[in-house]
């Protein structure tokens, strides 16, 4: 259980300082000490601790220096660091946070406000990895639909992006758009639950084949289930409508303009746009001339026409996401 609890390194050039902290923090932590500068920028590279304690006034290299090269380094940039120091003027205090430092504890300590502050700071990184992995997860389920379905991981990319760019020229927001973006690799995770002899078929599909298939909308929604979660509140609604149509011929519940929820509107023409440009087991890729006068013919059809401008006007910003997201 030890080896569960998170490891701080503290570092100070005084013993007796390292004793306080260590007295403090032992029974909730991992520890380990550093008397410099050099030494603890050793034990970060052998095992990278959760957060560092960091004196300032220290000889060779203040802590202000070592904070700096933290930051300055990819590998070390994230872990948090907290000034606990003498210096208590308020000009010290803004010069550690300019050095990259979350927070500035002064010397004398307090069990009580050491306490608080370690505890504080590692559940943000906590909450911040738990993001980052509940991101990875969506993205892995959503490459997993992809592969079933005869597509590449690269699609997910794609259109993903494609969706971002769109959502901002629609005016969402930049917090709105990234939220797609994490959000749009989730569309056709209903494909899972697809049988194979129905979602491989080389050929077209029977009018029953067809009514099972358009059973992944809800499948995905399903699969997704109801959640706390704005991200995942947005992947569920992306899943259920990305194939409704702007004049309701779509499914699985055949909504129609502005009841269709605007990511779902996104998505569907983002998708689109990268399944027509890309090779498929059973197509050549269209060529961007011919894909644009498809959509056009589309335009109060199956896309909102407003979605089908804002493509054309930023259409060279999606061709170099495009490039730079090449199936393999």
């Not at 749009?184 to 979602?199: C, E, R």
């Not at 289930?225 to 899943?239: I, K, N, Y």
């Not at 059973?282 to 589309?298: C, F, H, N, V």
Request: hydrophobic letters at 45%.
């Amino acid at each position: 259980m030890q080896d569960l609890k998170p490891l701080i390194l503290v570092v100070d050039d005084e013993a007796a300082n390292l004793r306080v902290l260590k007295q403090i923090l032992q029974d909730e932590y991992q520890l380990s000490f550093a008397k410099s500068g050099q030494e603890a920028l050793r034990l970060v590279g052998q095992k990278r601790p959760d957060l560092i304690l960091l004196d300032i006034m220290m000889p060779d290299m203040t802590g202000l220096d070592l904070c700096k090269m933290l930051k300055a380094n990819a590998q070390s940039a994230a872990i948090p660091v907290i000034f606990v120091t003498a210096l208590s003027d308020e000009a010290d205090e803004a010069t550690g946070f300019a050095a990259g430092a979350v927070d500035y504890i002064t010397k004398p300590v307090s069990s009580a406000i050491v306490r608080a502050r370690v505890r504080t700071h590692l559940s943000l990184v906590q909450a911040e990895e738990l993001k980052v992995t509940r991101l990875k997860i969506i993205q892995r389920l959503g490459r997993a639909a992809e592969f079933k379905d005869n597509e590449t991981g690269m699609h997910v990319m794609r259109m993903s992006h494609y969706a971002k760019v769109l959502a901002r020229a629609y005016g969402l927001g930049e917090s709105h758009a990234d939220m797609l973006l994490h959000a749009a690799p989730m569309h056709d995770i209903g494909k899972i639950g697809i049988a194979d002899h129905i979602l491989l078929k080389p050929g077209k599909l029977t009018e029953e084949e067809f009514e099972v298939m358009k059973t992944h909308p809800q499948i995905g929604a399903d699969i997704i289930g109801e959640d706390d979660s704005l991200l995942m509140q947005m992947a569920r609604t992306v899943a259920l409508t990305h194939h409704e149509k702007w004049d309701g011929s779509g499914y699985p519940n055949g909504l129609s303009g502005e009841a269709i929820p605007v990511e779902g509107r996104i998505v569907a023409i983002a998708d689109v746009f990268d399944a027509l440009t890309s090779d498929r087991p059973y197509k050549k890729a269209w060529s961007i001339e011919d894909t644009l006068r498809l959509m056009r013919e589309q335009k109060g059809r199956h896309f909102e026409p407003l979605l089908v401008e804002l493509l054309e006007q930023h259409l060279d910003t999606i061709l170099d996401i495009k490039q730079t997201f090449v199936d393999e």
